[in-house]
Each structure stands twice: as C-alpha cells, then as structure tokens.
C-alpha cells in the first residue's frame, strides 16, 4: 500500500489510548481509521471558546456547502463572536465571468447565514482561499492583521475535510506564525479520512507591530511585479493547451521573518538562550502569546463521507479545476453521478413548440462517471451497474460484494423541486443549483417561460439542497458546441469562456 499523502505525521500522546491500527495507519501512512469527532463532542470542544475573547476562523468547502456548514453556528460561537467566513478550494472552481469571485463571495456569506444560524453571526470578513495553491492566503493574512491585530486568540472552526490542518500548516509557515515556533509546533496532519484532527494544535501568532507590518507591506509590493508576470504566463498555457491545472489560481506564501533570525519581541526567545528543541507553552517567553488553535473536525449530517472507503473519497476530490459537463435531459430521463447521486426530470411545460430538453450542467470531479437512463428503468440500471466502473464509486478492489452489503443505496428526497424561469434570464444565466451532498451539484439552464418539475436522489437522502442563485450562474459559457445525435455537449478550455 503507497502512502498518497505528503505530510509526515508524528506519534502524539493521543495515540497511547488510540487502537493499536489506527497508530499504525497514522504512524506509516497517514490515514486515520475509525477516528471521528461525535457531535456532541464537538459542540462542547468549540464552547470553549465563548467565554474567551477570541476570533473564530470558519471554513467552508466551496465544492460542498452547504453541506460543509455546521448547523447553528451561532449557538456555538455566539451572537457578539467576531467571525472571518473562509471559503476554501476556490481553486477548483470555474472562471466564468471576471466577477466571478465577488459573486462566490456573496453566494457563500447568504448560504452561512441561511444555515449556520441566521443575521445575528458577526461577520467582519469574507475570504476565497485554495489551501493547496496558497491563493488568498496572503490577503487573508493582511485582513487579520488589519482586522483582528493581537487582541486575542484564533480558532480554525469547520466541519470534516474543509481544509483546516491544510490552513493551519500554511498559516504555521507564514507571517502569521512567530519564526522560531514553526519547527517546533507539530504539523497537522492532512488527508481525506474524516475525523484526523486528533487534538487541539496551536501556534503563537507574531505580533503585528507597526514596524512588522511595514516590513510584510514591502516584501508583498517587491514581489507583486514577479507574481504578475507568473499569472500572465498561467493564463497563456491555460488559453493555449486547454490545461485545467494551468488554469488553476496560484500565489505562494512568503515570509518575510526568517525562522532562523532573532524576532525584536517582547515576547521572543531572548539572543543568546540555549536552543530549543521543543515547544515550551509555559515558558515566561508565552505567557502573554496569542495562539491560533486547529480544532477537530465534525460530520456534518448531509456529508456522506462516513459512507465511503479512503480509496472513494480520494476519486471523489477533484484534481484540478472543475470542467462543468452539460447535457439535454428530457422528460422522464434520470441523470446518475457515478453510484452517489441520481436527479430525475419528471415533465417539463414551455412555449416553445418542439422544445422538450433541459440543460442541465454537472459540476463533480471527472472520476465520477455520468450515465443516462430513462426514468422507469433508472433503478434497475442503477443495481446493475452500481459497483462497476460505469458508476466508479461506490468500490472495492478486494470484496465487491461485501462493500456493496453495505451500501444503502439512493433514496429520494421528500418533495419534488419546481423549476420556472422568467424571460429576463432566457438563455444567459441558470436558474438555480441542486446540491447533491458530497458528490457534487447539478445547475440547469432553462428558457424563457419555462418550467419543469425534478426529483432527487443520495444515499439516505442526504444533502439535498436547492441554491439560488447558482453558483457558476454563467457555466453556459464553459461549454462548447451540443454534440450531434448526442444528449451531451463537447467540453472547452476551462479559462477561456465564450462572450
């Protein structure tokens, strides 16, 4: 067995009351078995921090929310709790028009403050961050600094696998982090098990003094002509190869303290002390320090990791930047996103004669395989073809039979969703999205004076969301010309989007 996964990870205290295999995993391979945060440990784990005057960092997967957002957050941190809303993975989102970001933005803080407790979340910032690439790390930095300064601790707050090891890694070799802690704080550890947040890791913050925020200030003016001519070249390749991963936003995190150097602190190791090989948290140096803390993971209820093998989440991310797939799905025709997800289209009314197709676009990773079939046989197409490459996941390379024994299978969402769209967005925009838990989501293009009426499917039922707007409102511009004789539509160049 290879061990896909970068980061080392270091044998904790925690692991003397872990099983024997799980130490094991984590020690040789970097996966953790069988470790998940309960719900309610999680809730009281996170009310800590309402007595504390400290800022809450919330992560959001922006390919999975809101799927990705605990229910009543603010029960959790409380109505008066500064909040920075964080979506990660922005990476993996396609461009479709040069604002695109801005309206992620606001799509993201409206669905927050939707599920995770309603307008009362003190919300002071909203960043777009790719933990993999560093973008929006830097900017996020300066917004703490600018924002939240020393007053107070950090919490990285999320549900499973939105990217809070990842954050707290870069943030633990960045600005944000005093330079001698860095080799000293125990990297988290990341990989897509569920639940591998072990305990609560920490770092001391640096403090932002007038003098240190100058000094980042020119580091970042000195680098911003060589990042501009980097983001020029990426968008050449990826305008002439069609290269989804050239296509992906980048921007490295720099330092502009060197660990090695001595920090003028009042907090810092004094010149000329006895080096150090770990930590000390009580020492004199810490006692007035602000740390930032990574805090456990949770599974939100519509996530169905828990459902699935190491092996199908690591198909279920996807690689690069996503390429939206399109189709024409008529009356009583069934989409299938691999064995995850299923959406049928039960009727559809509109004034244009002849006209009886929707559009409908898919936005999951390429590994899971789209199969269309009529309605009144999706469910025998779906037994027959469930555990086979056709669908992808769910698998197994050792005993398909057995994984398959436990697999529940889709159920259907109570209440069909009703689809009308009106002429002012005939033909530009979607109408709305459709989660499909962790699978992905499903958008649809419907003409002027239309509707249709659809139904859908996830194992349990689960994360079954309607989100309007849509997300990628203008994905029609992402892909290329219908296929003839065909339901589907040819892909085209993830970067370049027709006018």
């Given at each position: ?16 009351r ?20 309960a ?46 809303l ?104 990341t ?77 810092a ?63 009583q ?29 898919v ?67 979607l ?8 699978a ?9 004076n ?50």
């Amino acid at each position: 067995m290879a061990a896909p996964f970068a980061l080392p990870f270091r044998r904790s205290r925690n692991c003397k009351r872990l099983p024997a295999s799980c130490c094991h995993f984590l020690n040789h391979y970097n996966i953790a078995l069988d470790v998940e945060v309960a719900p309610s440990t999680y809730v009281d784990t996170i009310s800590r921090i309402q007595d504390k005057f400290a800022l809450a960092i919330v992560l959001v997967d922006l390919l999975d929310f809101p799927c990705s957002i605990w229910p009543g957050m603010q029960n959790i941190l409380g109505a008066k709790r500064p909040v920075f809303l964080v979506g990660n993975k922005v990476d993996l989102l396609p461009r479709d028009s040069n604002i695109y970001l801005q309206h992620i933005k606001d799509s993201l803080q409206r669905e927050f403050i939707k599920h995770g407790g309603g307008d009362g979340l003190n919300i002071k910032n909203v960043s777009l961050i790719s933990a993999k690439t560093g973008y929006g790390i830097e900017e996020l930095i300066t917004q703490l600094h600018k924002t939240w300064a020393y007053k107070g601790d950090v919490y990285l707050v999320g549900c499973t696998n939105v990217g809070k090891s990842s954050l707290f890694n870069i943030l633990l070799n960045s600005d944000y982090c005093r330079p001698e802690a860095s080799d000293l704080v125990r990297k988290a550890t990341t990989c897509p098990w569920p639940g591998t947040t072990l305990k609560l890791l920490r770092f001391p913050i640096l403090r932002p003094s007038s003098d240190r925020v100058y000094q980042r200030f020119q580091r970042l003016v000195s680098e911003r002509s060589e990042k501009a001519a980097m983001e020029k070249e990426r968008r050449a390749v990826a305008r002439e190869t069609g290269s989804a991963a050239a296509a992906q936003p980048v921007a490295p995190v720099g330092r502009t303290f060197d660990r090695r150097e001595s920090v003028n602190d009042a907090f810092a190791m004094a010149g000329g002390s006895r080096p150090i090989t770990t930590l000390n948290d009580r020492h004199k140096d810490y006692k007035e320090a602000r740390w930032v803390y990574d805090t456990p993971g949770v599974m939100q209820p519509d996530q169905i990791s828990p459902l699935l093998t190491a092996e199908e989440l690591v198909k279920l991310q996807p690689a690069t930047m996503i390429r939206p797939r399109a189709f024409r799905l008529r009356p009583q025709m069934s989409i299938l996103l691999g064995g995850l997800a299923r959406l049928d289209l039960l009727e559809i009314t509109s004034p244009r004669k002849h006209f009886d197709w929707l559009k409908v676009f898919v936005f999951a990773s390429e590994h899971l395989p789209i199969m269309i079939a009529d309605t009144e046989a999706a469910e025998s197409v779906y037994k027959r073809y469930v555990g086979s490459p056709f669908l992808g996941v769910p698998f197994s390379s050792e005993d398909l039979e057995a994984r398959l024994r436990r697999w529940p299978g889709l159920q259907c969402k109570d209440g069909d969703f009703v689809l009308a769209s009106e002429g002012r967005n005939e033909g530009t925009r979607l109408n709305c999205d459709i989660t499909l838990s962790s699978a992905g989501w499903m958008g649809f293009l419907l003409p002027g004076n239309s509707e249709c009426r659809l139904r859908a499917w996830t194992p349990q039922a689960a994360g079954i969301y309607r989100r309007e707007p849509a997300l990628i409102p203008l994905a029609d511009r992402l892909v290329g010309k219908h296929i003839r004789y065909s339901l589907a539509y040819n892909t085209t160049k993830p970067f370049v989007y027709k006018k």
